[in-house]
């Protein structure tokens, strides 16, 4: 499978936990971004990643969401201490010029 | 006011119908416009990109775009029951999924 991908699919946690979500860009796309997406909704910006750096982050992403990308492959999203208003499913994209592709997501669930 | 205006629908046409999905938007430094399908618990799938306003066709598919009014398109005609999805539009001031706003997305039947 050559698209994106996101693991886990889905996550149950309790609140107040700390989680970690990964994205396996397509190859060679050195563009990589976050998203949020709410039942109902259309997604949500998060961040953005140009190979390594981290260029924009939106005013949704608190200071308990760190995203990273090592060595400008795959993208770690964290999110420290959820609270029940993270759960949504959290999708990730790549491009590597205009088109951006998505993964499937992870729906994340916080009891 | 939202950026981006969306009929949610739901929409439900019989099977051959052409279908007419549209979205309006405030941002005047919107350039660049999208339209993605989205199946149930899935991500969205890529269907058209133009640039600026116009015309763009691929298959059954056609966006239109009109800058002049804020107002984009998406057609589909001869439509399928697997059509039946959430489409949403999104838009963006740069060419890439830099901070894309989407509509929250209008959700299609389509009758067999």
């Known amino acids: 499978d050559t698209g994106v991908s996101q693991d886990p699919r889905h996550k149950i946690t309790k609140r107040g936990q700390n989680v970690t979500f990964r994205c396996d860009p397509i190859?060679?796309?050195?563009?990589l971004y976050w998203y949020r997406q709410t039942l109902g909704q259309g997604p949500e910006f998060l961040t953005y990643?140009?190979?390594?750096?981290?260029?924009?982050k939106s005013r949704l992403l608190s200071d308990r969401f760190s995203a990273e990308r090592p060595k400008g492959s795959f993208s770690t999203l964290e999110i420290q201490r959820t609270e029940q208003g993270d759960s949504a499913m959290y999708l990730c994209?790549?491009?590597?010029?205009?088109?951006?592709?998505f993964g499937q997501g992870t729906r994340l669930t916080v009891v | 006011q939202k950026e981006v205006e969306q009929d949610p629908g739901p929409l439900s046409v019989p099977e051959g119908a052409i279908v007419s999905l549209n979205c309006t938007y405030s941002n005047s430094a919107f350039q660049y416009f999208m339209w993605y399908r989205q199946y149930s618990r899935k991500g969205p799938e890529l269907l058209m990109y133009t640039y600026s306003s116009g015309n763009k066709e691929d298959g059954r598919f056609t966006a239109q775009v009109d800058k002049s009014s804020k107002y984009i398109s998406l057609f589909i005609r001869d439509s399928q029951p697997s059509d039946s999805a959430t489409y949403l539009c999104?838009?963006?001031?740069?060419?890439?999924?830099?901070?894309?706003?989407f509509g929250s997305g209008t959700q299609l039947t389509v009758l067999p």
């Open positions: 190859s060679e796309h050195n563009r």
């Open positions: 994209a790549s491009s590597f010029r205009a088109e951006a592709f």
């Open positions: 999104a838009m963006s001031a740069y060419g890439s999924a830099r901070q894309l706003t």
């Open positions: 990643f140009q190979n390594e750096a981290q260029l924009e």
